[in-house]
Each structure stands twice: as C-alpha cells, then as structure tokens.
C-alpha cells in the first residue's frame, strides 16, 4: 500500500502546495508512482499540474459520494476546485465525517507507492480527514517569527486526529520554506524552530525566489524551470525517502542529485 502523507500548515503562504507539487515530481523521478489529491478548494495544486479548470470529478465529487476516487484521477492528480467547499459544508452533517477521505482513497492507494495529500490552509474538517486518511503528517512553516506558533497549532490537530481516529499517524518533520538565510530574521526563525522540535525539522530548507511564481504560471516544475533552485526540492525529497525507509527509490534520486548539486554550484560560482 502507498505511504500516504498529508501536507500541511496553519495558515496560506507559507510554501505548501508548491512543496506537494515538487516532492511528486522529485518521486516520481525517483522511480515511484505518486498520486497528488488537491484537497484545497482554492485548487492551486490543480492548476501547478496544469489540469484543465472543468476536469471532472473532482476530490469534492468523491467525497460527496458522486464519484469513486479511480474515476476522478487524471494523470496522477486527484483535482479540486471551489465546489470542494461546498462538499465540506455537506460532509459536516454526516456521520463519520472524519473517515470519508480515508475511505474513499483505499480504491486508489494499491496503484501507487506515495500519496500526497495538499491541505487546505487552516486546521478544519478537510485537514483532519486528511491526517486520519494518512500515515504521515509533513508541515509546512514560512521562514518568519510566527512559524513557531503555527506549527504548534497543527501539532495540536495532528493530536487530535491521533487520539482515537488514527492512532498510527506520524509526524514526518517540518519544511522550512520561503526561506532567504542571508537574512537574520530567517535564521532566527529557524534556529527558533529548531530549539522546539528538533530532528523533526528537516536541514533542508527551500529558497525564496520569484521562479516559484514564474514556474506556476507556467504549470512547469522547478526542477525543470530553474534546476539550480530546483535542488532544493531533490534534497528534501533525499531526506523524506530516508524517513521513510524508501530506499530503492534514494539510490534512483542519488545520481540526480548529484547532477542537480553540480548545476547549482555552477550557477552559484562568481562570473569570470
């Protein structure tokens, strides 16, 4: 069965749909088969992998119940748009509300070797259905003061789906993103983080840059667009498939990395 991993954060900006849409691309060049689900109604994840706005079904159509999640896969991405807030209004009333996603990606998840789950940015019905369904909890922090207390609210939701509804759920660690170290505010957000939650955050962290716009206006990956930034993303992918004990999958990447680094050292070397 896939490891399942919803992504994370307590509130929007801080880098997390463009942290699902290149951790899939960094996997699936390690060999895996990756199955994105945009479960934010905003449906940035879906317009990143370029699926068309009308696509249907759609995530909201599945939780609903008017679809099943084979039917609503296109091209390895399980789509949303506006129609999912309305889809979260309706799943409030039902019982067993929390279980929905859960439920519903079992049709799916024997086809691929990774699910990623991109949450909407807040810490309501969507967010919890998506911890219970998954076996790992990855969040997302923007490299500012405040990252310290929005990590400790999605702990706290990360508990609440622990106590009773998934037990097994795992917290995978913290990506720092958005991050320009040269900066003293970055790196005392970081060092902050740090001190809280030790090994939990991961060391690498991801670079602010304005490519992260060019590129999803685009719908092109980074590691296409600019492969110098796009390192970044391989390395954190590196990390995570250690955490994960997917091996294999790391000695695929190691040679893409490798190439990867190469570039950017190039790219970083003064003119001349």
Same mark, same amino acid.
């Given at each position: ?60 159509? =599945? ?25 979260e209004l309706t799943l409030a009333g039902k019982m067993g509300r929390e279980l929905t996603l859960r439920k519903a990606l079992k049709a799916v998840e024997g086809d691929f070797d990774v699910v990623l789950v991109d949450c909407p940015p807040n810490l ?26 929005? =990590?400790?609210q999605a702990l706290e939701v990360i508990e609440l789906a622990r106590d009773g509804l998934n037990p097994d759920l795992e917290w995978l660690g913290v990506v720092f993103n958005i991050a320009d170290m040269r900066t003293k505010h970055s790196r005392e ?84």
């Amino acid at each position: 069965m896939a490891e399942k991993i919803a992504v994370l954060s307590q509130k929007g900006g801080t880098g997390k749909t463009t942290t699902v849409r290149h951790l899939a691309d960094a996997f699936r060049r390690a060999g895996l088969r990756v199955l994105a689900v945009d479960l934010d109604p905003q449906g940035n994840l879906s317009d990143y992998f370029d699926v068309p706005p009308d696509a249907e079904p759609t995530i909201g159509d =599945v939780l609903t119940g008017r679809a099943k999640a084979p039917a609503a896969v296109h091209d390895d991405i399980i789509p949303a748009n506006l129609g999912l807030a309305e889809a979260e209004l309706t799943l409030a009333g039902k019982m067993g509300r929390e279980l929905t996603l859960r439920k519903a990606l079992k049709a799916v998840e024997g086809d691929f070797d990774v699910v990623l789950v991109d949450c909407p940015p807040n810490l309501g019905l969507l967010t919890v259905n998506a911890l219970v369904a998954a076996d790992h909890a990855l969040l997302s922090a923007e490299a500012q003061y405040f990252a310290l207390q929005g =990590v400790e609210q999605a702990l706290e939701v990360i508990e609440l789906a622990r106590d009773g509804l998934n037990p097994d759920l795992e917290w995978l660690g913290v990506v720092f993103n958005i991050a320009d170290m040269r900066t003293k505010h970055s790196r005392e957000a970081f060092d902050s983080l740090k001190e809280h939650v030790g090994e939990k955050l991961l060391p690498t962290y991801v670079r602010q840059s304005i490519a992260y716009a060019e590129s999803a206006e685009r719908a092109v990956s980074i590691l296409d667009h600019r492969p110098d930034l796009g390192v970044d993303y391989l390395r954190l992918a590196d990390e995570l498939l250690r955490r994960l004990g997917l091996d294999a999958a790391r000695r695929k990447l190691k040679p893409l990395l490798a190439e990867a680094e190469e570039r950017a050292a190039k790219a970083a070397a003064p003119a001349g």
